[in-house]
Protein backbone atom coordinates (compact mmCIF):
# COMPACT_ATOMS: atom_id res chain seq x y z
CA UNK A 1 0.00 0.00 0.00
CA UNK A 2 1.67 3.42 -1.34
CA UNK A 3 0.66 6.48 1.93
CA UNK A 4 -0.01 10.01 1.00
CA UNK A 5 3.77 10.59 2.64
CA UNK A 6 5.35 8.23 0.75
CA UNK A 7 3.20 9.15 -2.34
CA UNK A 8 4.41 13.11 -1.42
CA UNK A 9 8.09 11.37 -1.27
CA UNK A 10 8.25 10.06 -4.29
CA UNK A 11 7.09 13.14 -6.25
CA UNK A 12 9.96 14.92 -4.09
CA UNK A 13 12.31 12.57 -5.87
CA UNK A 14 11.28 12.53 -9.15
CA UNK A 15 11.04 16.36 -9.08
CA UNK A 16 12.43 18.09 -6.38
CA UNK A 17 10.96 21.25 -5.59
CA UNK A 18 9.57 22.11 -8.67
CA UNK A 19 6.45 20.79 -8.23
CA UNK A 20 3.42 20.67 -6.19
CA UNK A 21 1.37 17.48 -5.97
CA UNK A 22 -2.03 17.13 -3.70
CA UNK A 23 -2.43 13.69 -2.73
CA UNK A 24 -5.36 11.25 -2.02
CA UNK A 25 -4.66 7.88 -0.35
CA UNK A 26 -8.17 5.45 -0.19
CA UNK A 27 -8.81 3.19 1.83
CA UNK A 28 -8.75 0.25 -0.58
CA UNK A 29 -4.99 1.12 -0.92
CA UNK A 30 -5.62 3.24 -4.44
CA UNK A 31 -4.08 6.78 -4.60
CA UNK A 32 -4.69 9.71 -6.59
CA UNK A 33 -1.97 12.48 -7.19
CA UNK A 34 -2.81 15.83 -8.98
CA UNK A 35 1.11 17.24 -9.89
CA UNK A 36 1.01 20.92 -11.33
CA UNK A 37 4.41 22.03 -12.68
CA UNK A 38 4.50 25.59 -14.17
CA UNK A 39 1.89 25.82 -16.90
CA UNK A 40 1.28 22.56 -16.89
CA UNK A 41 -0.71 19.57 -15.05
CA UNK A 42 -0.78 15.75 -14.74
CA UNK A 43 -2.84 13.45 -12.70
CA UNK A 44 -1.81 10.10 -12.02
CA UNK A 45 -4.10 7.02 -10.21
CA UNK A 46 -3.63 3.83 -9.32
CA UNK A 47 -2.94 0.72 -6.23
CA UNK A 48 0.84 -1.06 -6.07
CA UNK A 49 -0.48 -4.20 -7.02
CA UNK A 50 -2.23 -3.61 -10.43
CA UNK A 51 -0.48 -0.69 -12.11
CA UNK A 52 -0.84 3.62 -12.10
CA UNK A 53 -2.53 5.61 -15.03
CA UNK A 54 -0.87 8.70 -15.82
CA UNK A 55 -2.10 11.84 -18.30
CA UNK A 56 -0.33 14.79 -18.92
CA UNK A 57 -2.71 18.40 -19.53
CA UNK A 58 -5.80 16.36 -19.42
CA UNK A 59 -9.06 17.81 -21.95
CA UNK A 60 -12.12 19.30 -19.82
CA UNK A 61 -13.32 16.49 -21.41
CA UNK A 62 -11.08 13.71 -19.88
CA UNK A 63 -11.97 13.73 -16.40
CA UNK A 64 -13.41 10.47 -16.13
CA UNK A 65 -12.71 8.38 -19.52
CA UNK A 66 -9.73 6.76 -18.03
CA UNK A 67 -5.63 7.12 -18.72
CA UNK A 68 -4.06 6.46 -21.97
CA UNK A 69 -0.96 5.61 -20.35
CA UNK A 70 0.20 3.02 -17.86
CA UNK A 71 2.90 1.90 -15.87
CA UNK A 72 3.74 -0.59 -12.80
CA UNK A 73 5.24 1.14 -10.68
CA UNK A 74 4.48 4.87 -9.19
CA UNK A 75 7.97 5.49 -9.52
CA UNK A 76 8.18 4.27 -13.29
CA UNK A 77 4.84 6.68 -13.91
CA UNK A 78 6.66 9.59 -11.96
CA UNK A 79 9.37 8.88 -14.42
CA UNK A 80 7.22 8.98 -17.66
CA UNK A 81 5.68 12.34 -16.36
CA UNK A 82 8.88 14.25 -15.52
CA UNK A 83 9.75 13.26 -19.35
CA UNK A 84 6.81 14.31 -20.75
CA UNK A 85 6.95 17.41 -19.13
CA UNK A 86 10.77 18.17 -20.41
Known amino acids: MTTEREAHDAVRHAFGDSAHAEVTAFPAGNVSIT ?15 SGWGWTVDPGDDDGFSGHENTADSLDE ?10
Open 35 to 49: LTKGEHAATIDGHPE
Open 77 to 86: ALADVRAALL
